[in-house]
């Protein structure tokens, strides 16, 4: 990277559009999924993906960031602890 302000735009605002961008695509991308299986109602392809969004929501959003966060905090706190002079 040329510069610390150049890497901290990388990562810190682009992983964020990337993923907001992918929020907002899901529901059309579950809704072609629901379609293919072939519901016929309008009220059956809602019900579906709004299910399937919410699923997504809760194991992706709330499990695998926290567990992630908790793993990545542990790792570095036992590098701190493992080795508090290397720097």
Same mark, same amino acid.
């Given at each position: 990277?040329?510069?610390?302000?150049?890497?901290? $735009? /990388?990562?810190?605002?682009?992983?964020? !559009?990337?993923?907001?961008?992918?929020?907002?695509?899901?529901? $059309? /991308?579950?809704?072609?999924?629901?379609? !293919?299986?072939?519901?016929k109602t309008l009220s059956g392809i809602d019900k579906s993906v709004s299910i399937r969004f919410l699923y997504f929501q809760v194991v992706n959003v709330l499990l695998v960031s926290a567990l992630a966060g908790g793993i990545w905090y542990v790792i570095y706190i036992f590098n701190i602890v493992l080795y508090p002079f290397i720097r």
């Open positions: 990277m040329k510069s610390k302000a150049t890497a901290a $735009y /990388i990562q810190g605002f682009i992983p964020t !559009v990337i993923l907001a961008t992918f929020m907002f695509l899901l529901p $059309y /991308i579950l809704e072609a999924m629901v379609k !293919v299986e072939n519901v």
